[in-house]
Nanobody, 125 residues
């Protein structure tokens, strides 16, 4: 059974930074796609970023501000978030996709197999 545990969320002012972490256990981590999604109140869950091997994809709304990375030795994926805006406020989830192999599939939340419990990010104006 795979477990994903996010951490690093919190309250930050506009323009600030946070780094989210997602620790995975229960499966060989390095061969699978890892994604970050977010969900604001009353809105659908949306794609933020994903890493598949060395291939990285970002949502247009976070390009140039967020950076995803992974440490396979620690079974951990990170999301460095800079220049945060109030519209970045959401619960952030990490996910692991066993079947995802392509850049195009990386943004499809229904293709991910395992999800973390989420961590709240709040950006004050």
């Amino acid at each position: 059974q795979v477990q994903l545990v996010e951490s690093g969320g919190g309250l930050v002012q506009t323009g600030g930074s946070l780094r989210l972490s997602c620790a995975a256990s229960g499966r060989t981590f390095s061969t699978y796609a890892m994604g970050w999604f977010r969900q604001a109140p009353g809105k659908e869950r949306q794609f933020v970023s994903a890493i598949i091997g060395s291939t990285i994809r970002y949502a247009d709304s976070v390009k140039g501000r967020f950076a995803i990375s992974r440490d396979n030795a620690k079974n951990t994926v990170y999301l460095q978030m800079n220049s945060l805006k109030p519209e970045d406020t959401a619960v952030y989830y990490c996910a692991l996709g066993v079947r995802i192999r392509s850049y195009l599939d990386a943004a499809s939340n229904h293709l991910y197999d395992y999800w973390g419990q989420g961590t709240q990010v709040t950006v004050s104006s």
